[in-house]
């Protein structure tokens, strides 16, 4: 069961990728596949704590919100529609078998992030060391496929809710999400040196 409801997840979550990539960037589907084997990212966030699953999506919203602004500059909300899309999902140890644990296993972050076409120079210019793209995958079409990838990467979001460590705790985000003052990524980033370059707008 748990198989059958990854391959459906992991299907529903290309579908939408594949919506926002026509309806919102409007841009041509049939040019998805080339697009994505350029521009869709695997990205492993590690926040090297322990202070539960909640946490460790917490930083990643922090670190997440810090690279729209190395983008973007200091307000990335104005640039919502050129932002990164895709989903990021909380992850144990053991779930690509099926084998969770209750033990204090340090949670991570697995990742799928289409970077949109008119920023990808200024993507490509940043440093991605410290940033939520270190050691990211750019996907392989070669490699198993598109399916393979959005599977593995809900794996703990899909198999973990009967063993991960919080059982309240956000099993996957979508992303971009708004983000106001009062969350703790708008707070911790306030200070972040940013780029002053501009990102081309569609039509531009």
């Known amino acids: 069961m748990a198989k059958l409801t990854k391959t459906i997840m992991a299907k529903t979550v290309l579908d939408h990728m594949r919506f926002h990539y026509k309806n919102v960037w409007g ?68 779930t690509r078998r099926g084998r969770g644990s209750r033990a204090k296993l340090l949670p991570h972050i697995h990742a799928l992030m289409m970077i949109h076409p008119l920023t990808r120079p200024h993507f490509d210019t940043i440093p991605k060391e410290g940033t939520i793209f270190a050691g990211a995958k750019l996907y392989d079409p070669n490699d198993k496929g598109m399916q393979h990838v959005a599977s593995y990467a809900m794996k703990g979001a899909v198999n973990g809710r009967g063993f991960l460590g919080d059982e309240d705790a956000t099993a996957w985000e979508i992303y971009p999400r708004t983000i106001s ?14 780029s002053k370059s501009k990102t081309p707008t569609p039509g531009q």
């Open 181 to 194: 003052k009062t969350d703790p990524a708008f707070k911790r980033t306030a200070r972040i040196k940013t």
């Open 27 to 94: 841009l041509r589907i049939e040019e998805f596949d080339a697009f994505a084997s350029a521009n869709l990212w695997f990205l492993t966030f590690l926040p090297g704590l322990e202070e539960g699953d909640e946490q460790a999506f917490k930083h990643y919203r922090i670190s997440h919100y810090a690279f729209l602004k190395l983008m973007f500059g200091s307000k990335p909300g104005r640039h919502r529609n050129l932002q990164p899309m895709g989903y990021a999902f909380l992850d144990h140890e053991g």
